[in-house]
């Protein structure tokens, strides 16, 4: 015999040849298997009272998910962290809802609370002890849980108070209680839930809205909700021109992402206006040290026509940018090869006459501060009045190598010869970079900046670093100084508004204590504090966020992150906590989105397509 005669076999034939029960006056065998007592009715002739059943179920069809309850109090508070604001959801909406979902919780006077799931707990209904073997082994032998034995509460964060304003939706910070036993229901209206968010209607497309990594659906058409940055002058400064980050590991889909943002601001409506009353499409200029990014100028074969009218019903601009120039520089022999682009390939060279405004480019082994003033102040002066402004590397070299020159500036007390030794080794080695057989860059810029022109700087075919980090420097470099001159050489520049990309800042931007790595980071710092007023938007992109140096880091109003990895990594990226913990889970393509100005923090996805050819057959 079982110890639990609740559990124990058994045997319908027992103690009956012919499967009758040997008591059958007592009983008899039910269609489950089970023994029921025989049926004590009354016979032939004979009435009995009958019962009239009370439904269970409340009469009439359900409206919303659930309540708001108080049995653990019900309080908003100016304190995040003391605001006990919490729903029970009924069961047939139980295995609907999800931790970041968006609820709505209606007031008596019309104004409605717009808040969002942060947790989710079943506890207990009756005061029971459900740790038990019967429990247990009950709900083992059993095909489905009976839920109707717990309470399924949600944990609800307020994020805003949604109300009228002469017809217009409008939102404010929640500063009202919701009444006990207030219906809630999911929001599913796309004008209720960008309102809630504070997202804007129209501006530059980055994802559809989404939780837990399925979008968000509405009943209108289309059912999904586009997020958009601000970009127009009327809500504010273009959020372009507060500059962007992009932040994500190896396979992400950082790449196409960037892709697909920076294709929105080459779409042929997008203009900004000038001082001048003008109105002047954005050039964008990328440095691409993979070479992906000249294939924006080519059609993705893979987007199929229904997916463009899907695109072109949400106002999203794709396919190839017929304006994409591949700016190549010229390093000693290496060869550029570009069989998986059509786009335009202009060879280019860094003249060395850049040096003289920008010393710090041939400063690329480390210079402390006394050999940093003896280069600026006395032996590039020097060189300038022998040379003149167009001297060549190969001269300055020379220049260098004359020790009549370093004994007399030894002499002369200027220049001590160990630190005019020091300056001689640091700036050799840059005979591969500058003055190649090409045109130079100063020559190019008025091709090199274009007015809805995509401009991209390949150096994946650079097996020199300190080449390629002098290269990208110099350019970007050139592009800002330019732009925040009060008197530029090149006015393209400064009347063009721009877009400054660049893929693995952290390469470039990093925080370092040589002197140049200083002179780089004030420069691109100034370039990021002026950006608004001089229409220049940096667009960094960089799968290591934490070396990116914090004075540029600051200026960065928008930040987009994608599957990161690295604990350092996703702590540098300042997001929310609540998204933080979902960033190294996210698949390709999810993302969050952290853009104070523009919205509350969200997470998205991406466009399953390319909106340009991207990656190589």
């Known amino acids: 015999m079982s110890d639990l005669g609740d559990f124990g076999d058994f045997d319908g034939d027992a103690g009956s040849e012919d499967g009758a029960s040997t008591d059958a006056g007592d009983s008899s065998p039910s269609s489950s298997g089970t023994t029921e007592p025989a049926s004590t009715g009354p016979t032939s002739g004979e009435s009995a009272d009958e019962f009239e059943p009370t439904p269970v179920e409340p009469s009439g069809e359900d409206v919303g998910i659930g309540t708001i309850c108080v049995s653990q109090g019900l309080r908003i508070a100016e304190d995040g962290d003391e605001t006990t604001l919490r729903a029970y959801v009924t069961r047939g909406n139980r295995s609907s809802v999800r931790i970041g979902s968006y609820l709505l919780a209606p007031y008596p006077d019309g104004e409605t609370l717009f808040c969002r799931i942060v947790g989710l707990e079943y506890a207990q209904q009756y005061h029971a002890d459900d740790a038990t073997e019967i429990h247990a082994r009950r709900a083992m032998r059993s095909d489905e849980i009976d839920e109707a034995d717990y309470k399924f509460v949600a944990n609800l964060e307020p994020v805003a108070v949604l109300y009228e304003d002469d017809g217009e939706l409008k939102r404010r910070m929640t500063d009202r209680v919701p009444k006990p036993q207030t219906v809630i229901r999911q929001a599913d209206d796309t004008e209720e839930i960008k309102t809630g968010l504070k997202m804007p209607d129209d501006g530059v497309f980055l994802g559809h809205l989404s939780v837990g990594g399925e979008k968000v659906r509405t009943a209108a058409t289309p059912p999904t909700i586009d997020y958009r940055l601000k970009d127009d002058y009327d809500a504010g400064d273009p959020l372009v021109f507060r500059h962007s980050l992009i932040a994500g590991g190896t396979g992400s889909g950082k790449t196409h992402g960037a892709k697909n943002i920076l294709r929105q601001y080459l779409a042929d409506d997008r203009t900004y206006p000038m001082d001048d009353g003008r109105e002047v499409s954005p050039a964008v200029v990328q440095f691409d040290p993979q070479d992906e990014y000249a294939q924006m100028h080519d059609d993705n074969p893979d987007l199929d026509s229904d997916f463009a009218r899907r695109l072109e019903r949400e106002g999203i601009a794709y396919g190839g940018h017929d304006d994409t120039t591949a700016f190549i520089p010229k390093v000693g022999s290496a060869s550029y090869a570009a069989g998986h682009h059509r786009a335009e390939q202009v060879e280019f060279t860094i003249p060395f006459s850049m040096v003289h405004d920008n010393p710090w480019l041939v400063a690329g082994s480390g210079l402390n501060d006394n050999q940093y003033g003896a280069l600026t102040s006395v032996l590039l002066p020097r060189f300038r009045k022998q040379y003149g402004s167009s001297g060549t590397y190969e001269e300055f070299t020379t220049f260098l190598d004359d020790p009549a020159l370093r004994e007399e500036l030894d002499e002369s007390g200027r220049v001590h010869e160990a630190t005019f030794d020091a300056v001689r080794r640091r700036v050799l080695g840059f005979g591969h970079v500058f003055d190649q057989d090409a045109r130079p860059i100063t020559d190019l810029v008025h091709d090199f900046v274009r007015p809805g022109g995509l401009t991209v700087v390949p150096t994946y075919h650079i ?154 057959d």
Do not use: W
């Open 463 to 616: 097996n020199d670093s300190r080449a390629t980090e002098t290269i990208v420097l110099a350019v970007s470099s050139l592009i800002i100084d330019q732009k925040l001159s009060n008197d530029p050489d090149y006015d393209r520049v400064k009347e063009t508004p721009l877009v400054l990309g660049m893929d693995e800042a952290h390469n470039f931007l990093t925080d370092a204590d040589s002197v140049q790595a200083g002179k780089v980071i004030s420069k691109f710092t100034e370039a990021a504090k002026q950006g608004r007023k001089e229409r220049l938007g940096l667009f960094l992109i960089t799968q290591d966020p934490q070396d990116i140096h914090d004075a540029v880091f600051k200026q960065i109003n928008t930040t987009v992150v994608l599957n990161l990895g690295d604990e350092d990594a996703i702590k540098s990226v300042n997001i929310p906590s609540n998204l933080e913990s979902k960033v190294p889970y996210m698949e390709k393509g999810q993302m969050v989105v952290y853009s104070p100005d523009n919205s509350e923090p969200v997470e998205l996805i991406g466009l399953p397509k390319c909106l340009t050819r991207h990656g190589r």
